[in-house]
Structure formats: structure tokens, C-alpha cells
């Protein structure tokens, strides 16, 4: 992969090419396009639940857009299983390196005046209440993953709900417990239910 300037948006466009749990059988294939997706609109309402119902002053758009592209470098690293990434802190640790390569090839995309307004959402400085938010919403959209697999009756899945389940109570997040109180139900209702 050689790379060069003005090449960023279209290197953006190949994410819906890197398909996510793959080594589970899957009812339906998730890309982290749509996982992006899915995690920004999460992330977005974690976001308005921290402002409106605990007082918080965070910026909805801005925690958006993290989820947005907080996948991205996974367009080079490929997407490594949970279970393989954090084994030990051996591998997590070299993971993280690679990761932060990737990141600023990505950038290094963009022609040089525009580099700047997109380091934040590459691992640059960032504030680690909206980062916490991000991660509980990338957490929510696996969770939402498993219920729907669970829903089809895909059995494959049963064992990382409940991981996914545990790793979000771990996490402390006011914001994701009210979403998963509040909202979480609804995932597994059909079309006409909702």
C-alpha cells in the first residue's frame, strides 16, 4: 500500500470491506462501516443522557464523530478478535503500536492544511470522558450485535453477550446503564412491535 495525499476519503470508503467477528459464525455479516455507524448514533445519545439526566457538558456532535472513526485504522490492522487482542499485554501492547502506525498513515492521507482537524479522532489528545463514552458505545453495538445474532437463533453468540454484558457494568458508565435500562429492551422486539 504506497498512499499519498487526497487519498483519505477514498481509504474511508473501504470500511464497509473489513468484516467484524470473524471467527464466529454469523446470521448476518457486520462490517465496521455499519458498526461505525451504529456506535456514533450510540455514542451521540450516551452523550445527550450525560447532559440531560446527570448534568454533564459534553459535545454531542464531537463524541459522534469519534465513533465515527474510531474503528478506522482497522482499514490496514484488519479487525483482531477480542480475545486474541487483549490475551496478554504483550500482544495488546504491540496491538496498540500497530494501531497508532496505522493512525497516522491515515492522517498523512490528507493534504497538510487538513491533517489538523482530524488528529483528535486518531488517537491525538482527547478528552477521556467523551473517549470513556465512545468505548461504552462501541460496547453497546457489540451487545446489540449479540441480541440480534441471539434473536435469530444463532447460538454462536450466547458466550459473548454475557462477556459484552460484564465488560460494560466494569466500565462504571452512568450513561450506559441508563441507555441499556432505558433503551436496550427494544432491541430485540420485531418491526411491527416497535
Known amino acids: 500500500m504506497t498512499g499519498g495525499r487526497n487519498t483519505f476519503f477514498a481509504m474511508m470508503s473501504r470500511m464497509k470491506y473489513i468484516e467484524r467477528w470473524a471467527l464466529m459464525r454469523n446470521s448476518v455479516k457486520e462490517n465496521i462501516s455499519e458498526h ?3 456506535t456514533a448514533i ?3 445519545s450516551l452523550a445527550i443522557i450525560g447532559n440531560v439526566r446527570l ?3 459534553y459535545n454531542p456532535e464531537h463524541i459522534s464523530v469519534l465513533g465515527i472513526y474510531h474503528d478506522c485504522t482497522e482499514i490496514i490492522t484488519g479487525d483482531m478478535p477480542t ?3 487483549y490475551n496478554n499485554d504483550e500482544i495488546c501492547m504491540a496491538y496498540k503500536e500497530i494501531e497508532a502506525e ?3 498513515r491515515i492522517i498523512n492521507m490528507l493534504p497538510d492544511d487538513m491533517q489538523e482537524y482530524y488528529k483528535c479522532y486518531f488517537g491525538g489528545e482527547e478528552d ?5 463514552l465512545v468505548k461504552a458505545a462501541d460496547k453497546l453495538s457489540a451487545l446489540v450485535k449479540c441480541i440480534e445474532e441471539e434473536k435469530a437463533g ?3 453468540f450466547v458466550c459473548a453477550k454475557k462477556s459484552v454484558m460484564k465488560s460494560i457494568e466494569n466500565m462504571q458508565c452512568e450513561e450506559a446503564d441508563i441507555f441499556c435500562k432505558e433503551f436496550l ?3 430485540g422486539k420485531t418491526l411491527d412491535e416497535l
Open 83 to 85: 480475545p486474541v487482542k
Open 102 to 104: 496505522a493512525a497516522l
Open 154 to 156: 444463532n447460538k454462536e
Open 36 to 38: 461505525s455507524l451504529e
Open 128 to 132: 477521556s470522558e467523551a473517549l470513556k
Open 55 to 57: 448534568g454533564k457538558n
Open 42 to 44: 450510540i455514542a451521540h
Open 185 to 187: 429492551g427494544s432491541y
